[in-house]
């Protein structure tokens, strides 16, 4: 089946420190989105990714597409401890369905 | 706006009961997706329903159904419930159908089987 690999399932980072989490494909995707979700909250959108090569930037997120469209990465700099949360990316295959991978849990160490 | 409504937040069932669950899309909404979340499995898809038709189901048993009415709302309904259905249930509205843009999702249903 159609499944998005995502890495690491857990992090944990002294504030200050970068973060990243990854998603990998075996198959090409016609898009790719990330989410955010709160302890205790439910997911929020972050950014949707189309284009090969894309990168995109929110303040201290970054967020590439790779050029073959089968990976996804999102990186902080700099944690705070408000960018304490498990972040998910949600794969679209081309079937109008979001599959979201399994999530990475980031924890921040003041 | 007001966003997406579920109900009811948290309930508690045994096994063999039946549940509805409810979901109020962002007006103008009319796609509406439900979500399966546990702590080991993440976040599952149930289905999808778009203008009262169910667009795409995810692998669940047939215990698992829901519908969509006019008016966008929609339930979804588990039927004779056991220990591993406890999670809790997360309904997304979007503009378009899922895969085109941005869900909006609820705040869930936790519900927990005894």
């Known amino acids: 089946g159609q499944q998005v690999m995502q890495i690491p399932q857990y992090q944990h980072v002294q504030e200050g420190e970068d973060f990243t989490t990854y998603c990998n494909s075996s198959?090409?995707?016609?898009?790719i989105q990330w989410y955010k979700q709160r302890p205790g909250g439910h997911p929020v959108f972050l950014i949707q990714?189309?284009?090969?090569?894309e990168v995109k930037k929110q303040k201290r997120l970054t967020f590439q597409f790779g050029e073959a469209k089968k990976n996804s990465s999102l990186h902080i700099t700099a944690t705070q401890t408000t960018d304490v949360g498990t972040y998910f990316c949600a794969a679209n295959f081309g079937n109008e369905k979001l599959t979201f991978g399994t999530g990475t849990r980031l924890t921040i160490i003041p | 706006k007001a966003g997406v409504t579920q109900t009811p937040r948290y309930l508690i069932k045994t096994r063999g009961q039946q549940v509805t669950l409810s979901c109020s899309p962002i007006s103008g909404h009319r796609s509406v997706s439900w979500y399966q979340q546990t702590p080991g499995q993440g976040l599952q898809f149930l289905f999808e329903y778009f203008s009262e038709t169910q667009r795409n189901k995810g692998n669940f048993p047939g215990r698992f159904s829901g519908r969509q009415f006019s008016n966008s709302r929609s339930e979804m309904n588990v039927s004779t419930l056991e220990l591993g259905d406890s999670a809790l249930y997360l309904c997304?509205?979007?503009?378009?159908?899922?895969?085109?843009?941005?869900?909006?999702f609820g705040e869930g249903s936790r519900l927990t089987v005894l």
């Open positions: 990714l189309v284009k090969s090569g």
């Open positions: 997304a509205s979007s503009l378009a159908a899922q895969g085109a843009g941005e869900l909006f």
């Open positions: 198959t090409t995707l016609s898009n």
